[in-house]
């Protein structure tokens, strides 16, 4: 073959012929991926445009016994969906009333004394106290509001948190002290565990305070564990839901569907004989005990102080099986703690022991009134000081 064959238009090299191809593919495919991503676009729209609003809280709370507490119609105003904890606080709340209780929140989703407070990164030289809990550190009716009269309210009743950085800040003039409450109504160990693995490394805290305990002991359906998976692909799957309305009117089919699936079937073959399922606790005593081992050993890690504080519980009169389980809950806490050498505050007027003159304290029998909540702070000010917890701070004698 001569040299005028060889270079002949005709007579393509196979390595640019294979360049030219590739470049092809990645074109198709590149053609392939953006049309189908602008029919998600258009589905979305759609679906957001003509289709009314699925709210991902509704979606991610389906045990009755969580719905009652943050998703039905009554109570769901001051919470939204979140992907990892299933429920959290509404961002910058300004003096919102929920449940004879009057809050603010921030950006954050936390709570707030003064709505527009907010976290961000930990400054050289500040002492943070983070306080991780339910809806009794998170304050409940502290301070109380009456609905028609949501301005009427006493600015100095607030839960103890709040009052643990006032007291800190007035017996340290000049000292960065910032104290977070990172407490949420209706959150178990599980989600307080799940919280904190997530943002312990944004918020650094030099003490931890815990508490958990009724959500925990409390009856449900579902077992946390199952109700409330924190695995990457259920975190992913709830990710999509909380940000496609496509993907959560989907889901809600999809459930609807199996839901009617599941009622056909048991009126085709009724059977009267299968056991009941009985509800059972959130967290089991066990796990309820690793949980908070667990947040223990993670703020140790990071450098943290830790003060496991036992829930409150006002008497053994009125709900008696529930006081049972409170008692049994709090009672091996604290000797699961005090065996391993951690820091438990038990404030004796807060629980079951001191009933019948502990009833000014509490404003029923699960969460302390704002008295309850002076006197939390007050003795965990005691505890700090005799266990040098604060080295650095001068700690005072007593709330005034």
Same mark, same amino acid.
């Given at each position: 073959?001569?040299?005028?064959?060889?270079?002949?238009?005709?007579?393509?090299?196979?390595?640019?012929?294979?360049?030219?191809?590739?470049?092809?593919?990645?074109? =198709?495919?590149?053609?392939?991926?953006?049309?189908?991503?602008? $029919?998600? *676009?258009?589905?979305?729209?759609?679906?957001?445009?003509?289709?009314?609003?699925?709210?991902?809280?509704?979606?991610?709370?389906?045990?009755?016994?969580?719905?009652?507490?943050?998703?039905?119609?009554?109570?769901?105003? $001051?919470?939204?969906?979140?992907?990892?904890?299933?429920?959290?606080?509404?961002?910058?709340?300004?003096?919102? *009333?929920?449940?004879?209780?009057?809050?603010?929140?921030?950006?954050?989703?936390?709570?707030?004394?003064?709505?527009?407070?907010?976290?961000?990164?930990?400054?050289?030289?500040?002492?943070?106290?983070?306080?991780?809990?339910?809806?009794?550190?998170?304050?409940?009716?502290?301070?109380?509001?009456?609905?028609?009269?949501?301005?009427?309210?006493?600015?100095?009743?607030? @839960?103890?948190?709040?009052?643990?950085?006032?007291?800190?800040?007035?017996?340290?003039?000049?000292?960065?002290?910032?104290?977070?409450?990172?407490?949420?109504?209706?959150?178990?160990?599980?989600?307080?565990?799940?919280?904190?693995?997530?943002?312990?490394?944004?918020?650094?805290?030099?003490?931890?305070?815990? &508490?958990?305990?009724?959500?925990?002991?409390?009856?449900?359906?579902?077992?946390?564990?199952?109700?409330?998976?924190?695995?990457?692909?259920? *975190?992913?799957?709830?990710?999509?839901?909380?940000?496609?309305?496509?993907?959560?009117?989907?889901?809600?089919?999809?459930?609807?569907?199996?839901?009617?699936?599941?009622?056909?079937?048991?009126?085709?073959?009724?059977?009267?004989?299968?056991?009941?399922?009985?509800?059972?606790?959130? *967290?089991?005593? @066990?796990? =309820?005990?690793?949980?908070?081992?667990?947040?223990? &050993?993670?703020?140790?890690?990071?450098?943290?102080?830790?003060?496991?504080?036992?829930?409150?519980?006002?008497?053994?009169?009125?709900?008696?099986?529930?006081?049972?389980?409170?008692?049994?809950?709090?009672?091996?806490?604290?000797?699961?703690?005090?065996?391993?050498?951690?820091?438990?505050?038990?404030?004796?007027?807060?629980?079951?022991?001191?009933?019948?003159?502990?009833?000014?304290?509490?404003?029923?029998?699960?969460? @302390?009134?704002?008295?309850?909540?002076?006197?939390?702070?007050?003795?965990?000010?005691?505890?700090?000081?005799?266990?040098?917890?604060?080295?650095?701070?001068?700690?005072?004698?007593?709330?005034?």
């Amino acid at each position: 073959m001569g040299a005028s064959e060889e270079n002949s238009p005709g007579n393509v090299p196979s390595g640019a012929a294979r360049r030219i191809s590739f470049r092809r593919r990645l074109a =198709y495919i590149a053609i392939i991926y953006f049309s189908f991503l602008l $029919i998600l *676009v258009a589905v979305e729209v759609g679906v957001r445009w003509r289709m009314d609003h699925v709210s991902s809280l509704d979606l991610f709370v389906v045990a009755q016994q969580q719905k009652a507490q943050v998703a039905d119609a009554k109570q769901s105003g $001051i919470f939204e969906g979140d992907p990892l904890l299933l429920w959290r606080l509404k961002p910058n709340l300004d003096k919102a *009333v929920w449940d004879f209780t009057v809050l603010s929140t921030n950006s954050e989703h936390l709570r707030v004394e003064h709505v527009g407070e907010q976290v961000g990164s930990k400054q050289p030289g500040t002492i943070r106290i983070v306080c991780l809990g339910d809806s009794v550190t998170f304050g409940f009716r502290v301070p109380v509001v009456w609905p028609d009269k949501p301005t009427e309210f006493d600015p100095e009743w607030l @839960p103890f948190p709040m009052l643990l950085e006032k007291q800190l800040r007035a017996a340290n003039p000049g000292r960065k002290i910032e104290v977070i409450t990172m407490a949420v109504p209706g959150y178990t160990s599980h989600q307080g565990l799940a919280w904190l693995q997530r943002d312990i490394n944004r918020l650094e805290p030099d003490l931890l305070t815990v &508490s958990f305990g009724w959500n925990d002991a409390s009856l449900s359906d579902a077992a946390d564990r199952d109700a409330i998976r924190t695995n990457a692909s259920a *975190v992913a799957v709830r990710w999509l839901i909380d940000h496609s309305q496509a993907f959560a009117h989907a889901t809600r089919w999809l459930r609807t569907r199996e839901a009617n699936k599941q009622l056909a079937a048991k009126q085709a073959q009724p059977q009267p004989s299968q056991r009941v399922r009985r509800p059972s606790a959130r *967290v089991s005593q @066990p796990e =309820y005990l690793n949980n908070m081992l667990a947040i223990e &050993s993670l703020a140790r890690e990071h450098g943290a102080t830790v003060i496991v504080i036992g829930a409150p519980y006002r008497d053994h009169s009125a709900e008696a099986p529930e006081a049972d389980a409170m008692l049994q809950y709090r009672s091996a806490l604290k000797s699961t703690m005090t065996a391993r050498g951690i820091s438990f505050l038990e404030v004796r007027e807060l629980t079951e022991e001191a009933y019948p003159s502990n009833e000014g304290w509490f404003g029923e029998r699960i969460h @302390p009134n704002h008295m309850g909540h002076r006197l939390i702070a007050s003795e965990l000010l005691k505890l700090i000081r005799s266990k040098h917890a604060l080295p650095d701070l001068t700690i005072p004698e007593l709330i005034p």
